[in-house]
């Protein structure tokens, strides 16, 4: 029994520190967008380029930080990661300018994938065992979905408290106190997840000489595989997908005709799909198949963004523009808990995970890099219902990409099959 309960403790400590290494870097940009832009002085395509560096510095950590995790104690990889991530939030709540921003994101994105990301997920793929890729994956990203939104929740309720009831009186001042506010918030919230990973991490032991020098071997056998790469290919257009919400704040209030405030609950109240999305889903992969699982979802990503790339709240009405919103929210989380599971459906060796994660990382996450730039460009150019409009239209195109890689990986994964068997 002691063993089943150090086993919850474990995911939770997973879930928590999980979420919260990316909650400096992106929840403040995502939840208080509107109230960023204006304390930072920045544009959608300036602080688009912000995010830009980061993605281009965490994809070079992907994969040395697979290898890594492959020879190190994940406890000590992460709570590094953790300490060294929170540093950089007590300088950012010293309001830096442009330059500062993009030294501190550059930062950011080497501190929180080079020692922390692979481990996270390794440990929880043994946690997970072989018959339950699909709950472990869907308990850690839906509980990072639920520390999300009930973080979120909290720094939505001190922005409130710091920002003047009437918001006609609002100064540039009061902004900028309520998102230091938040940011120490987070600060602290980042080396509390820290403190719960040193306590309840056991200590994993290194791997021998003969398993680094195979890891190399492992490595060119991976690059071979077309799964592997398609694979890959299906995490950057549901990342894609995931990258989408961080401008639904800025939606609700061009569009929707929300304040800042208002913007804010909304995104947060809607984080709370995520973990309702991501264990429904896994648990639905552990019944029948992560690839079928995720090409359905998919599917209703196409439809949903297609109907929000040419619908207005004037037109079809309100309502619909909400559940189609929430739709999308529903899918793209699913898809989002479940698609390292693939690693488990495309038999990977479990004593490489970490390099694995890290190939397929490297490509799976560059929309960091290059999607809040274009974004934020988009935006930009067309300012309004319009620009948000063609936005809608970009991620339609991603989910058709991605509809097109999860069929050819369940092709290959079938011809695999078929020539394994018949040998």
């Known amino acids: 029994m002691k063993n089943h309960k150090n086993q919850w403790l474990i995911i939770f400590s997973l879930v928590f520190s999980g979420e919260m290494i990316f909650s400096l870097p992106f929840h403040i940009a995502r939840f208080f967008r509107p109230t960023v832009l204006e304390v930072f002085g920045l544009s959608n395509a300036e602080l688009g380029d912000v995010f830009a560096i980061y993605g281009l510095i965490a994809m070079l950590a ?10 190190f104690s994940a406890r000590k990889l992460m709570v590094t990661s953790l300490v060294a991530t929170a540093i950089g939030g007590l300088y950012l709540a010293q309001i830096p300018g442009g330059l500062g921003l993009a030294i501190l994101f550059g930062y950011w994105g080497l501190t929180s994938i080079l020692l922390f990301w692979a481990a996270m997920i390794k ?22 979905g639920l520390v999300a939104a009930g973080t979120a929740s909290m720094a939505v309720w001190l922005l409130s408290t710091i920002l003047p009831t009437d918001l006609n009186a609002l100064t540039q001042l009061h902004r900028q106190h309520a998102i230091q506010a938040v940011i120490y918030f987070y600060t602290f919230m980042t080396l509390f997840s820290a403190l719960l990973v040193w306590w309840i991490i056991p200590e994993s032991r290194n791997t021998d000489s003969a398993t680094r020098i195979r890891v190399f071997v492992d490595i060119k056998n991976v690059l071979r595989q077309r799964v592997v790469w398609l694979q890959a290919i299906i995490i950057v257009c549901a990342y894609s997908g995931y990258k989408g919400l961080d401008n ?15 913007s804010a609950q909304f995104t947060s109240i809607a984080a709370y799909l995520r973990p309702i999305a991501a264990i429904a889903t896994g648990i639905i992969v552990d019944r029948f198949i992560a690839s079928r699982v995720i090409l359905i979802m998919f599917i209703i990503l196409l439809a949903s963004y297609s109907v929000l790339s040419f619908t207005l709240p004037s037109t079809y009405g309100i309502n619909l523009i909400y559940a189609t919103l929430l739709v999308t929210f529903v899918a793209v989380y699913g898809i989002r808990g479940v698609y390292f599971a693939l690693i488990e459906e495309t038999k990977i060796p479990s004593h490489i995970t970490g390099t694995a994660v890290g190939l397929v990382s490297v490509i799976g996450f560059t929309p960091d890099i290059f999607f809040a730039s274009i974004a934020g460009r988009i935006l930009d150019a067309s300012p309004g219902a319009t620009g948000h409009q063609h936005y809608f239209l970009m991620l339609t195109l991603f989910s058709v990409i991605g509809i097109l890689a999860t069929l050819m990986l369940v092709h290959f994964k079938l011809k695999n099959n078929g020539v394994k068997s018949m040998k």
């Open 123 to 144: 440990t929880t793929r043994e946690w997970g065992g072989s018959h339950k890729q699909g709950r472990a994956f869907g308990i850690l990203d839906g509980g990072r």
């Open 62 to 71: 992907y994969f040395p930080g697979g290898a890594i995790a492959d020879r």
């Open 248 to 262: 639904y704040a800025l939606y609700a209030r061009d569009v929707l005709g929300m304040n800042e405030v208002e």
